[in-house]
Nanobody, 129 residues
Framework: EVQLVESGGGSVQTGGSLRLSCTASGFRLTDSDMGWIRQAPGNECELVSTISNDGSTFYIDEVRGRFTISQDNAKNMVYLQMNNLQPDDTAVYYC???????????????????????RGKGTLVTISS
């Protein structure tokens, strides 16, 4: 069974930093690209960042240069280092995967509203001005 458990959310002031962690179980990280999705109150979800097995990364323009995604295959964990946080970063952040071993594509769809793949229950990030 695929399980993704996020942690590390919290409340910080503008300009602060947080490091989100995702503990994956039921599959190996080499079986899927990994990603972080966020959803702000009243907004559609958006794919924030992804990392592939070859180490290539993707960031949306809004976070590029401020957020860094990484993974530790030995620990089966994925991280999102978030620096210089802004009020617009306030959202619930979800870890995402779509493992090949579970019939998935191994990729994280850009259109997160399709609800494809697996996500955790999320961790809340609140940025105050």
């Amino acid at each position: 069974e695929v399980q993704l458990v996020e942690s590390g959310g919290g409340s910080v002031q503008t300009g602060g930093s947080l490091r989100l962690s995702c503990t994956a179980s039921g599959f190996r990280l080499t079986d899927s690209d990994m990603g972080w999705i966020r959803q702000a109150p009243g907004n559609e979800c958006e794919l924030v960042s992804t990392i592939s097995n070859d180490g290539s990364t993707f960031y949306i323009d809004e976070v590029r240069g401020r957020f860094t995604i990484s993974q530790d295959n030995a620990k089966n964990m994925v991280y999102l280092q978030m620096n210089n946080l802004q009020p617009d970063d306030t959202a619930v952040y979800y870890c995402a995967a779509d493992p090949l071993s579970y019939g998935g594509t191994g990729r994280i769809p850009v259109q997160c509203s399709l609800g494809l793949g697996y996500r955790g229950k999320g961790t809340l990030v609140t940025i105050s001005s």
